[in-house]
């Protein structure tokens, strides 16, 4: 597995289209090597850009592929097709950021348990408990596979700021291209 630039997704920037579309779901017969290399693509893409999450839909793919790692030392990957959330429990909030939204953090307020069923690459089902920072992670990624934003579940005062905030980051970044 090489880590080169080349080898990562450009991730896309709100306002982008795509990151308002509801993907697809993966059918049997796309399971096996190409789906775990796009995983593995995702992952690094992931670390190279310091994130603990991403969806398919950030690097303009509208299918139902999330990667998750909330560990510091990088040691507890999932690659997970079509990732539902069965059941939620709890409530709590935390300052969230989006490698789609970038300069962007505020509180979210999301639940603090949840179980989610997924399949893993070769299509193994799986079904995993979760709290804490993962559940959340896990939460705002399914999120971007249904069009939504974090900044959606805030106030529309808020909301609002965090769009201004992110179409004038882009702006300078286009003006640097």
Known sequence: M????TDIFEIEIYPEDILRARAQ???????????QALGEKMLRTMYA???????????NLAKRIIVVDVTEDKSKQYIMINPEI??????????EGCLSV????????????ITCVYYDPQGQQHTLEADGILAIC????????NGVMFFDHLDSFKRNQAI?????????LQRLK
């Open 2 to 5: 090489t880590d080169t630039l």
């Open 49 to 59: 850009s310091e994130g603990i999450g991403l969806a398919a839909n950030q690097i």
């Open 86 to 95: 069965t059941s939620a429990q709890g409530e709590t909030a935390i300052e």
């Open 164 to 172: 201004d905030k992110v179409r004038k980051y882009k702006k300078k």
């Open 102 to 113: 970038p300069n962007v953090r505020d509180y979210v307020t999301r639940a603090e348990r």
């Open 25 to 35: 779901e993966y059918t049997e017969e796309e399971f096996g090597e190409q789906l």
């Open 138 to 145: 896990i939460q705002h990624e399914i999120d971007h596979l």
